[in-house]
């Protein structure tokens, strides 16, 4: 699993701390990653003491902005050494186990399971002696009772239907420090298990809300009646999108639902799907579309299958002999003032895994032979299934190849994902009726490809060299069992 | 057995023998010939007189139970002995002793069972049998309101509710049949069953109940078993606190429960009671929850059995003091922390269910008349289930096996006691090899284990230096875990690289307690990684998670012996 040094001293900023703490991370990401970071008001409230030190959300790839909380393997009061597993964090990609690089004691829980919290805030503290535990817990839930205060207490204190969670400023420390506080007020303020876990949920201060159960116990019902939720729906739609900008945004009310529809929130893959997408609006693109005679390679994709070929590694290949000569067409732009010339042609593969999308990464596939690039590739997708993919195995392609070939498309138009110059589409291959030069009709297998590209440093003279190289090498395919 | 009497001379460089032959002369032995013969391990195996593979170990006879039954009973449950009533009495008439007593009649012994309560004991009446009719509603019910699950699958089913009375009498009726079946099958082989408390008055003498009845045994067996363990501080009221023996009636669903202990029993009740709507605190003594079990199961078994669940804890405290609900008050439970002893909390809850272990129930079995001290509880045996007197001698043909020698307190592993038992009386000596007893914890998914865990492996490795090398497969990438749309779960082999032995084998996810037979048959037999994983599995089946785990172990390459196609 990979470790990530994941905690630094305050008051480090935010990304000097994760620009040193991340060594592996490569340097040309983290300048925008850091603008994801929003202002923390929480930070402000608490003013950590030396040697308490505060455990970040670490960036487990460049694409991530924010992480879940799978589970705290530790729980607070733990002695931590160096080393261990503390945290598992689910990123967009995956889930990996979190290790401390300091010993200490695990002081406080700030973010609990489930919930998310954005790269680089505080999700829990870490004391250094016994002394200071008490001391980090006195400053996790007066950072806490503060943010519930700053959100008007007297609304907090009496009604039974406070503000919406989303509206609370920091949503990922508004609920009390888990177990230290909210167990036990004689014969006021029991809750349930359950009213416990969703009072944390819907980030509802149990100490207010009143209890009708039995025994005046806070029940699950009271809970939900002070999130003010009327029907119980997930609770995990609650969920505030904590990247926001600081001040909330009052969303407009949603058109009522139809009778009977499901509301299902992404998961943390699919919250980086959308907002990939969303990103790529920033970057102008354009298409070009090529014809390909593919009789030739579909020959030799016949031949070489025993050996374990697939179509997806011969296309990769094809398409990374091509970048080879083309390098502009493997560049990109990252600032918009410059061409980032890669020193690797490493090709993205876009594939369906588990109801998601990811893109495993054949590095330097112009390098690796054809047998040897088959092998990666049946690793890299039986490791995204069962979600192990590595950071650098799923975030350093400079170029997307995409097939849905397959299922009989013919041609389709794809999605330029940020940080890369181009991606190919694959369109299926089909008998096509084509007459040559002398007047004579024949039918040979065609396919379409379509690439996009970002124009700001890939021109439509390039895009088209660059076809025409990838089209003879597939249409001469001898070169790629070489 | 016949092969155990041709054998040549024996090298006496045999590492830990399993078996050894005492003369198998037809009267019992005046003096045991420990001929050492077969051992469980590889090295012991080169010198094979019957040039059996090494894969075919010299094992518990197993001729046709059939054949031998009828037999034995057409003779009149073997032949009388000269002075003793019958070969073989045994005390206590639960899973041990009922392996213990067909196992006997196979042998041809004599035999009688005494129970002073109800045939099947513990595990049949009061333990694993019903509380597993109470998980199976556990897992449908589960399985029926987890909607997101049935939409991934394509179903739709409306509000699944449940009949409480209609759980328990499931429960109730499943205890019942098996209770008969298994009074019935020592009925038709032949075994007594003597109705009363067993107490020894002397060397193979034994009272039955509190009439003037003594019969005597040529052997005796103890398999006395247990009962719940309540600590003191804590009353039972059998209504909202309970123990298991109250739990498995299931006269009522509370809203909130305490449990107090987190081991197997804790944890399959926070299931059922999950599952049928309450709401469950645990109150463990220790710093973490399932202690016992190997720390990584343990992890993952608390992120998918206890965190999603309407559950919550507290850890290193004792209940020091629960009082039932009486005159519209709660039940209470005081907490006090486990190391300091300071009240910690008070929690108010509807009820409690203790299940912090159990004691033995060794109460009226006489043990004073034959100069036996318990120890805490538990009557001391060697390795050969020979029970030990105050002054650390055996006491002559007196075995105790099961829950009241505390050895390892399953059902199953009582059985397998009573049946090393039986061999040893019947002239063949033979020690149980512990280590190769699976557990499981029937939850959902299910928890299985076979050896040892992790940190044991480590620890015996830095003694005895040797390497320890672990392997894991997930359950996610398993075709029939996907399948069924279950693929959270993990295996995990604890093994020695160098010589590919099996140290012990976890198993967390879908089946697990079905899957682990192969691992703890592996262990039993003394095969090792590099053989078995040529063994082929069906595809696609959950075992293929085994499969892969042998697979994906890393063995050191071991010169072995050629095994040749042997005529056995």
């Known amino acids: 699993m990979a470790s990530s040094p994941f905690l630094s001293k305050t008051p480090i900023s935010f990304s000097s701390s994760i620009s040193t703490s991340l060594p592996w991370r490569p340097s040309p990401f983290s300048s925008s990653s850091s603008t994801a970071f929003r202002s923390n008001p929480r930070r402000r409230t608490l003013t950590v003491q030396s040697k308490i030190r505060e455990i970040f959300m670490p960036a487990l790839s460049s694409t991530m902005t924010e992480g879940k909380i799978v589970s705290w393997v530790k729980s607070e009061g733990d002695v931590l050494s160096k080393g261990e597993s503390v945290v598992v964090v689910e990123s967009d990609k995956a889930d990996m186990d979190v290790e401390t690089f300091y010993d200490g004691i695990l002081a406080a829980i700030v973010v609990g399971e489930g919930e998310t919290a954005p790269v680089g805030a505080a999700i829990g503290l870490l004391a250094e002696t016994e002394e200071e535990v008490a001391e980090a817990r006195e400053k996790a839930k007066s950072s806490s009772s503060a943010s519930a205060a700053s959100s008007s207490p007297a609304e907090a204190a009496v009604t039974p239907t406070p503000p919406p969670a989303t509206a609370t400023p920091a949503p990922a420390i508004a609920q009390p420090a888990p177990s230290a506080t909210a167990t036990y007020t004689p014969k006021k303020g029991v809750a349930t298990p359950f009213a416990k876990k969703l009072a944390k949920q819907h980030k509802v201060d149990i100490a207010s809300v009143v209890g009708t159960g039995p025994f005046g116990r806070i029940t699950p019902a009271d809970v939900e009646a002070a999130a003010g939720i009327v029907m119980p729906t997930k609770p995990v739609a609650a969920e505030p999108t904590s990247v926001a900008a600081a001040p909330p945004k009052p969303s407009a009310a949603p058109p009522p639902l139809l009778p009977g529809s499901t509301v299902v929130p992404f998961t943390t893959m699919q919250a980086a799907v959308s907002k990939n997408m969303v990103e790529s609006l920033s970057v102008p693109t354009f298409r070009v579309g090529y014809p390909i005679n593919s009789d030739a390679i579909d020959a030799l994709y016949e031949k070489v299958k025993p050996k374990g070929v697939t179509m997806t590694a011969l296309l990769a290949k094809a398409v990374a002999m091509a970048l080879a000569q083309h390098p502009v067409v493997n560049a990109s732009c990252k600032d918009g003032k410059s061409f980032l010339y890669n020193s690797s042609i490493n090709i993205a593969v876009a594939v369906a895994i588990n109801g998601g999308l990811m893109t495993p990464v054949l590095q330097d596939a112009d390098k690796l032979d054809l047998y040897l690039l088959s092998q990666k590739w049946k690793e890299l997708v039986e490791k995204a299934r069962s979600k192990q993919l590595q950071p650098h195995e799923y975030s350093t392609g400079t170029f997307t190849l995409s097939n849905l070939g397959m299922f009989g498309v013919d041609k389709f138009d794809a999605i330029l994902p940020p940080g890369q110059g181009a991606i190919m589409a694959v369109g299926a291959s089909q008998p096509t009726v084509v007459a040559d030069a002398d007047g004579f009709f024949s039918v040979k297998s065609k396919m379409l490809v379509n690439v996009t590209a970002d124009h700001r440093i890939v021109y439509g003279a390039d895009l088209a060299a660059f076809l025409k190289t990838f089209a003879k090498i597939v249409e001469n395919p001898e070169s790629l069992t070489l | ?568």
């Open chain 2, 1 to 568: 057995m016949q092969a155990s009497l041709s054998l040549p001379a024996l090298s006496p460089a045999v590492p830990r023998p399993s078996y050894v032959v005492q003369s198998a002369l037809p009267l019992p032995p005046s003096k045991p010939i420990n001929l050492r013969f077969c051992g469980l391990r590889r090295e012991a195996l080169g010198f094979s007189p019957l040039g059996r593979s090494d894969s075919h170990r010299v094992r518990l006879s197993a001729p046709s139970r059939s054949a031998t039954i009828s037999a034995s009973s057409s003779s009149g449950n073997g032949s009388p002995p000269k002075s003793f009533d019958y070969d073989l009495l045994i005390i206590g008439a639960g899973v041990g002793g009922h392996g213990a007593a067909l196992h006997a009649v196979e042998k041809g012994l004599k035999t009688a069972i005494v129970e002073g309560d109800v045939v099947g004991g513990t595990c049949v009446n009061r333990g694993c049998v019903p509380s597993k009719a109470l998980l199976a509603v556990s897992g449908r019910i589960r399985e029926l309101q987890n909607e997101h699950h049935l939409k991934a699958l394509g179903l739709q089913v409306s509000a699944a509710g449940y009949d409480r009375q209609g759980v328990a009498d499931h429960a109730n009726n499943l205890a019942t049949k098996i209770r008969n079946s298994l009074t019935n099958s020592m009925n038709s082989l032949g075994v007594d069953i003597l109705t009363g408390v067993g107490t020894i008055l002397g060397p193979q003498k034994v009272q039955i109940g509190s009439s003037d009845k003594v019969v005597t045994a040529k052997d005796i067996i103890i398999a006395t078993g247990s009962v719940p363990f309540v600590p003191k501080g804590i009353e039972v009221d059998g209504k909202t606190v309970i123990t298991s023996d109250h739990a498995l009636k299931l006269e009522f669903v509370p809203e909130w429960i305490a449990i107090v202990g987190s081991g197997y029993i804790g944890l399959e009740f926070s299931d059922v009671y999950t599952a049928l709507g309450s709401e469950v605190t645990f109150i463990e003594a220790l710093d973490q929850l399932m202690p016992g079990f190997d720390p990584e199961i343990g992890k993952l078994a608390q992120r998918v059995l206890i965190n999603p669940r309407k559950i919550d804890y507290q850890t290193g405290v004792f209940a020091s003091k629960i009082t039932p609900a009486k005159d519209g008050k709660p039940v209470t439970i005081e907490l006090i922390d486990a190391k300091t002893k300071e009240p910690k909390d008070t929690l108010e809850v509807d009820a409690a269910l203790i299940a912090t272990g159990r004691a033995p129930f060794t109460q009226g079995l006489g043990l004073e008349n034959i100069d036996v001290a318990t120890q805490r509880g538990f009557i001391p045996v060697d390795e050969r289930m020979r029970v030990i007197d105050a002054n650390g001698k055996l006491v002559p043909h007196l075995f105790c096996i099961g829950d009241a020698n505390g050895k390892m307190m399953l059902a199953h592993a009582a059985s397998a006691q009573g049946i090393s038992v039986v061999e040893q009386v019947t002239g063949r000596d033979h020690v149980l090899n512990h280590l190769s007893i699976p557990a499981a914890c029937f939850t959902h998914p299910e928890i299985s284990m076979v050896g040892l865990t992790e940190p044991q492996a480590r620890e015996k490795a830095e003694k005895e230096g040797f390497e320890v090398s672990i392997a894991k497969t997930s359950f996610k990438a398993n075709t029939k875990a996907l399948a069924e749309n279950e693929g959270e779960g993990l295996a995990k082999l604890i093994y020695r690289p160098d010589n590919g032995e099996i140290l012990g084998v976890h198993i967390f996810g879908l089946h697990a307690a079905d899957l682990i037979h192969e691992a703890s048959n592996a262990i039993a037999l003394g095969t090792r990684i590099q053989d078995i994983k040529f063994a082929v599995h069906a595809h696609p089946t959950l075992s293929e998670v085994l499969d892969e785990l042998f697979k994906s172990a890393k063995v050191a390459h071991v010169p072995s012996p050629v095994s040749e196609p042997v005529a056995v």
